[in-house]
């Protein structure tokens, strides 16, 4: 299957978006999933999310930082992996953004049987989370 992308656009600076977007202890602001991050490392974290009615605990490494164009991250551990990337592109002449997320899964062990739950919602969860960073960014000062 192919990554889940999802594109929006953000009336906020490329510099603002990235620093919000990429920023762990920022992700329960907008991501509807999170409860809480740990970091664990300059570039690990711990990200803790609600799924399926229960809480699951995530170490995520951070493969990618080139602010404020380009950002990734990947999914280290448990038997679903999530591995994200965010690319933020200026528009009119940097006073808004073009912000692609790119979203997909690999399964290991008995997570390999998990992976069509996982995308679907997934698939369902992740629009609101952009949904919520774009009203986070427009509406901040």
Not at 77 to 83: F, I, K, L, Q
Not at 108 to 121: E, N
Request: some cysteine; proline content about 7%.
């Amino acid at each position: 299957m192919s990554a889940l992308v999802s594109t929006i656009e953000i009336d906020c600076p490329p510099d603002k978006v990235f620093a919000v977007a990429t920023d762990p202890h920022r992700y329960a602001d907008w991501q509807r999933d999170v409860v809480g991050v740990r970091m664990t490392g300059v570039s690990t974290f711990v990200t803790t999310r609600r799924f399926a009615g229960a809480k699951r605990a995530m170490t995520q490494e951070v493969t990618r930082n080139e602010p404020p164009c380009s950002f990734a991250v990947r999914g280290v551990d448990g038997p679903v992996r999530a591995h994200a990337s965010i690319e933020v592109e200026p528009l009119d002449e940097g006073t808004r953004s073009r912000v692609t997320f790119t979203l997909d899964f690999d399964g290991h062990g008995v997570g390999t049987a998990l992976i069509p739950l996982v995308r679907r919602q997934a698939a369902r969860g992740a629009p609101v989370s952009y949904a919520n960073l774009k009203r986070l960014l427009e509406q901040s000062p």
